[in-house]
């Protein structure tokens, strides 16, 4: 089973901090991404990535950056918390460019508190 | 206006009943559609594929109409254990897929 593993399922952080959320699977995938999820607005593309270096801005990009240094790991950035970002977040991994690609497996989320 | 909209209910049916929900879509390049679902406090996970000619999966069928521009789930024989979120979501072509906010469903015993 492929795996993704969020480093951190609860985080509480103030206003203004720095935050780092990480993100790895296990199963050799080139594409991977980060969405946040919230109430009412279902899950909204912040970043992605289709191989190591690379990244792509979703559709909420602004308030966060991205790190792809390795295959396996893909982590998400917030340089100056804000109450704003108080959600869900989801990081995904897919396969390939073909139908695999369409499959993303997700991990289990990290809920961001910032207060 | 939303890429994708999906009605977010929440639909309440009784066991053995016949549900079906409706999705549409704005971006007519949309290349591929998908339902997954995604259960309570958990992360979403792949149902479906939904490809032109309809699909059966079980007691799930899915329908695309590309000319309306909307894709449908249809749950035959409600169980309890279909209670969940039930996502749209499409490939529009730009190697990330684009969500809809999810319809829930509740099956009552």
């Known amino acids: 089973d492929v795996k993704v593993t969020q480093s951190s399922r609860y985080l509480v952080k103030r206003t203004g901090e720095k935050v780092f959320l990480e993100c790895v699977q296990d199963?050799?995938?080139?594409?991977m991404f980060w969405y946040r999820q919230d109430p009412g607005l279902g899950l909204r593309l912040i970043y992605f990535?289709?191989?190591?270096?690379?990244?792509e801005k979703g559709d909420i990009p602004e308030g966060y950056s991205v790190s792809r240094e390795k295959k396996e790991r893909f982590s998400l950035i917030l340089e100056s918390a804000s109450t704003n970002q108080t959600s869900m977040y989801l990081c995904?991994?897919?396969?390939?460019?073909?139908?695999?690609?369409?499959?993303?497996?997700f991990g289990a989320g990290s809920r961001l508190t910032v207060l | 206006r939303k890429e994708v909209e999906q009605d977010p209910g929440p639909f309440n049916v009784p066991e053995g009943a016949t549900v079906a929900f409706n999705c549409t879509y704005s971006?007519?390049?949309?290349?591929?559609f998908f339902w997954y679902r995604q259960d309570c406090r958990k992360e979403p996970k792949l149902l479906m594929s939904?490809?032109?000619s309809g699909n059966e999966d079980g007691r799930f069928t899915a329908q695309l109409n590309r000319a309306s521009q909307y894709i449908s789930l249809l749950i035959r024989d409600s169980k309890l254990s279909d209670s969940a979120t039930y996502l749209c979501?499409?490939?529009?072509?730009?190697?990330?897929?684009?969500f809809g906010s999810g319809t829930r469903l509740q099956v009552q015993p």
């Open positions: 995904a991994s897919s396969g390939g460019t073909g139908g695999g690609a369409n499959v993303l497996t």
């Open positions: 199963m050799d995938h080139e594409n």
């Open positions: 990535s289709y191989d190591v270096k690379m990244k």
């Open positions: 971006n007519s390049a949309s290349q591929s």
């Open positions: 939904v490809y032109s």
């Open positions: 979501v499409l490939d529009t072509g730009r190697r990330a897929l684009t």
